[in-house]
């Protein structure tokens, strides 16, 4: 069964940085395109960023030039290294397959604000 596990996330001013990481467990991790996908509150969950199985990557217009998904295969782990943070970044961030299973582990939350 995959289980992911999100870590990461925190609170930070607007400008600031985050790494997210992601370990994934249960799957052939190389053999799957993988997304980070937020929610915040009161909207629907929106993928961000996708890395597939040949690094090629894909970012929603809004964090494009900030944000930059990464895999690790050895280590099953999928990162997003977030600058330049918005407040309107704030939102639990989760990752999973792409396109997403329906099980997602407990999400990060990332909150900007001053």
């Known amino acids: 069964q995959v289980q992911l596990v999100e870590s990461g996330g925190g609170l930070v001013q607007p400008g600031g940085s985050l790494r997210l990481s992601c370990a994934a467990s249960?799957?052939?991790?190389?053999?799957?395109?993988f997304g980070w996908y937020r929610q915040a509150p009161g909207k629907e969950r929106e993928l961000v960023a996708r890395?597939?199985?040949?690094?090629?990557?894909i970012y929603v217009d809004s964090v494009k030039g900030r944000f930059t998904i990464s895999r690790d295969n050895t280590q099953n782990t999928v990162f997003l290294q977030m600058n330049s943070l918005k407040p309107e970044d704030t939102a639990v961030y989760h990752c999973?397959?792409?396109?997403?299973?329906?099980?997602w582990g407990q999400g990060t939350q990332v909150t900007v604000s001053s």
């Open positions: 890395i597939n199985t040949d690094l090629h990557t």
């Open positions: 999973n397959v792409y396109p997403y299973r329906n099980v």
């Open positions: 249960g799957i052939i991790f190389r053999a799957y395109d």
